[in-house]
């Protein structure tokens, strides 16, 4: 009687390690490539956040620290650092939040469309009192445009428009 073999290959089992090595060195450059657009798209909704926080405090008349009335700021003071300031009548400002893009993330760039739009840093929304309607520098800037970049090139685009609306574009 013959029995038969059973079994695999020296050279099958190397094949098949090889072949499972290919396919978990794309798995793990995928992964991080990911992570890196996930952290992106945080940082946008995090800009959103900040932006939405100051449009509902005006609007609702959130008391500031002692007064209603208050006006509620964004202010965009470097490629990184995001902070929400409000200022009551006949006061400074006060600072309330500050926020950081986090690490590879930065601010490219900020334009406007309309005439005599603001652009470039530093740069600031501010909300008025009970209105919906952003201040975005200038009475005839229709919208601002800001661009939002991670450390491979991949951009973000956030819009804010005069009349207060705010969407990723």
Do not use: H
């Amino acid at each position: 009687m013959l029995s038969a073999q059973r079994g695999f290959t020296l050279i099958e089992l190397l094949v098949v390690i090889a072949i499972m090595g290919l396919v978990g060195a794309f798995t793990l450059a995928n992964y991080r490539s990911f992570g890196e657009d996930q952290n992106l798209k945080n940082a946008l909704l995090d800009v959103q956040s900040i932006l939405r926080t100051a449009q509902t405090n005006a609007t609702a008349n959130v008391k500031c620290d002692t007064q209603y009335g208050a006006t509620w700021t964004v202010e965009f003071s470097s490629t990184t650092n995001i902070n929400l300031k409000c200022t009551e009548p006949q006061a400074s400002a006060t600072l309330k939040k500050s926020s950081s893009l986090g690490s590879n993330i930065e601010i490219q760039s900020i334009t406007g469309t309309g005439s005599n739009c603001p652009s470039g840093l530093p740069f600031q929304i501010a909300f008025a009192s009970l209105k919906r309607q952003a201040d975005l520098g200038n009475a005839n800037c229709a919208s601002v445009t800001i661009i939002i970049k991670n450390n491979k090139g991949a951009v973000k685009s956030l819009v804010i428009e005069q009349g207060g609306r705010i969407y990723e574009q």
